[in-house]
């Protein structure tokens, strides 16, 4: 079965920076695209940014551009979310999820897999 596990949240102040992975395992990774999205507080879970299955096309939310940077190494069956110039509206739990269409929806209803949530927490 698919499995997607994360690693990399953590406490860090206004400005920072952190670098989240997403290790998948149970189907050929090389041949779908992968998103991340974000859950703040009190809020619905909301797109943060996609990749395509070969990191030709990305798709960034606005509040994001800029300062977020995924890519993703095919042979080590992983995505990354860099973040860059974190402010405190950025704290939520993050997801990692599978995208089987490859086509960098930022509807979350497109993914099929979830990884199990990782905290970022920016201090101000």
């Known amino acids: 079965q698919v499995q997607l596990v994360q690693s990399g949240g953590g406490l860090v102040p206004a400005g920072g920076s952190l670098r989240l992975s997403c290790v998948a395992s149970?189907?050929?990774?090389?041949?779908?695209?992968m998103g991340w999205f974000r859950q703040r507080p009190g809020k619905e879970r909301e797109f943060v940014v996609a990749?395509?299955?070969?990191?030709?096309?990305?798709n960034y939310a606005d509040s994001v551009k800029g300062r977020f940077t995924i890519s993703r190494d095919n042979d080590k069956n992983t995505v990354y979310l860099q973040m860059d110039s974190l402010k405190p509206e950025d704290t939520a739990v993050y997801y990692c999820?599978?995208?089987?269409?490859?086509?960098?929806?930022?509807?979350?209803?497109?993914?099929?897999?979830w990884g199990q949530g990782t905290q970022v927490t920016v201090s101000s």
């Open positions: 999820a599978v995208d089987p269409s490859n086509s960098i929806w930022s509807v979350q209803g497109k993914y099929a897999y």
């Open positions: 149970g189907h050929t990774f090389s041949n779908y695209g």
């Open positions: 990749i395509s299955w070969n990191g030709s096309s990305r």
